[in-house]
């Protein structure tokens, strides 16, 4: 198993839609973090979590919401979805020196 | 302002050849890490090595090497003996030690490594 598993891989849902972006973790990392990728912008942070009870906004959140379920559970949510978040998601840990990112979800919004 | 530039859009390298990819950064904490990724058209990103600004010798993984200049703030990525498999986008991430940071990292837009057979 994955260290760090994001589901779903792919995901195509409509304009207003709300969907959940889940995010688990084996490392036993309490640093967490969700990052968009868009050709030519490259890696941007949507938001991070240093422990259940810490959420930060990172330089893009406006329409995305996280929870921090558990240690190990982080997952993002487009209350409702445009088609300009269409992108690749990525979710990370941290501890010390070393990030671990999933796999990424593909999401389109059409 | 902390920025991770990343000149090379695109690269070109033969199989068994050597490839430096470039990375140039810009910060004012005195402290920070270094980091490079690959990511292949698969689309996960693959961690690859690590730099800290006070490590006195350049670090090495396996074929991976990073060629860090300090007083020119760069952090090149040489691939030696490059492989079919290696092509792929390489980002190059900083993260600044300082207390306001908190383990962000900052990213380079990436180049896009292609290796010919």
């Known amino acids: 198993d994955a260290d760090v598993t994001q589901t779903p891989r792919n995901r195509i849902t409509k304009t207003g839609k709300r969907i959940m972006l889940e995010c688990s973790q084996t490392k036993g990392h309490d640093r967490m973090y969700w990052y968009r990728q868009d050709p030519g912008l490259g890696l941007r942070l949507i938001y991070y979590?240093?422990?259940?009870?810490?959420?930060n906004k990172g330089e893009i959140s406006d329409g995305y919401s996280v929870s921090r379920q558990a240690q190990a559970k982080f997952s993002l949510s487009l209350e409702s979805a445009i088609p300009n978040q269409t992108a690749l998601y990525f979710c990370?840990?941290?501890?010390?020196?070393?990030?671990?990112f999933g796999s990424g979800t593909r999401l389109t919004v059409v | 302002a902390q920025k991770i530039t990343q000149t090379q859009p695109g690269m070109f390298v033969q199989e068994k050849e050597a490839v430096t990819l470039d990375c140039t950064y810009d910060?004012?904490?005195?402290?920070?890490?270094l980091f490079w990724y690959k990511q292949p058209s698969s689309g996960e990103m693959i961690f690859l090595i690590y730099q800290g600004s006070y490590d006195q010798q350049n670090a090495t993984e396996g074929r991976y090497s990073l060629n860090f200049q300090k007083a020119r703030k760069s952090a090149n990525l040489v691939i030696s003996a490059s492989q079919l498999g290696d092509s792929a986008m390489y980002f190059c991430?900083?993260?600044?030690?300082?207390?306001?940071?908190?383990?962000?990292?900052?990213w380079g837009l990436g180049t896009s490594l292609a290796v010919n057979p």
């Open positions: 991430a900083m993260r600044p030690f300082n207390a306001g940071n908190n383990r962000k990292l900052i």
């Open positions: 910060t004012s904490d005195p402290s920070y890490g």
């Open positions: 979590s240093f422990d259940v009870k810490d959420i």
């Open positions: 990370a840990t941290s501890r010390g020196h070393g990030y671990t």
